[in-house]
């Protein structure tokens, strides 16, 4: 092993040493959670989505509740194809950032059926749960952000549909 080798490992095992994680929480703006998206024209929002009349979201100290049944009332077929995109926005200097945090799901109906997606677990109909937002980070993530979620359907021509549901969830990131 030559020196620069050897500098290379010094430097990787003592950054690991030094580096710790820390724990981070998201916690809602609002106690309903989600919001329609205040800055994308031309989409529509939660009453377009989901009835929320047997449907129950919050936010308290211990953490976002899931409850009820969540009935689907956007206008699509059952032959369409959604696609979900997810990104987390960061505050920054008075406007709203990307940051590397997204996610694509190219078909959501089908991932509800996989096991192993990141979509698996949302069910329209489900027993009473609670979720924390908690994460651990090497680098600090405090600070104000939003979860901007997009609904889109295609056709079986693959033909966008014209009604995009946009839905946010503001809040701050804060070191638990």
């Known amino acids: 092993m030559n020196f620069l080798n050897g500098l290379v490992i010094i430097i990787v095992l003592t950054l690991g040493f030094e580096l710790q994680a820390a724990?981070?929480?998201f916690v809602p703006e609002y106690p309903e959670i989600f919001v329609d998206c205040t800055d994308k024209p031309?989409?529509?929002?939660?009453?377009h989505?989901?009835?929320?009349?047997?449907w129950s979201v919050y936010y308290d100290d211990e953490g976002i509740h899931f409850g009820g049944t969540g009935t689907v009332n956007w206008d699509v077929k059952k032959t369409d194809r959604m696609m979900m995109d997810a990104e987390l926005q960061k505050f920054f200097r008075g406007g709203?950032?990307?940051?590397?945090?997204?996610?694509?799901?190219?078909?959501?109906c089908k991932e509800m059926k996989n096991n192993r997606s990141y979509v698996y677990e949302v069910k329209y109909r489900h027993?009473?749960?609670t979720v924390k937002v908690d994460v651990e980070a090497l680098v600090n993530m405090e600070g104000r952000y939003k979860f901007v979620t997009f609904f889109r359907a295609y056709d079986e021509e693959n033909r966008l549909r014209p009604e995009v549901?946009?839905?946010?969830?503001?809040?701050?990131i804060i070191k638990v």
Do not use: A, K
């Open 96 to 108: 709203w950032t990307q940051t590397p945090f997204s996610v694509r799901v190219l078909d959501f």
């Open 165 to 172: 549901v946009c839905v946010e969830v503001p809040g701050d």
């Open 127 to 129: 027993n009473p749960f």
């Open 23 to 25: 724990t981070y929480r």
């Open 42 to 47: 031309g989409t529509v929002g939660m009453d």
């Open 49 to 54: 989505f989901i009835d929320p009349s047997e």
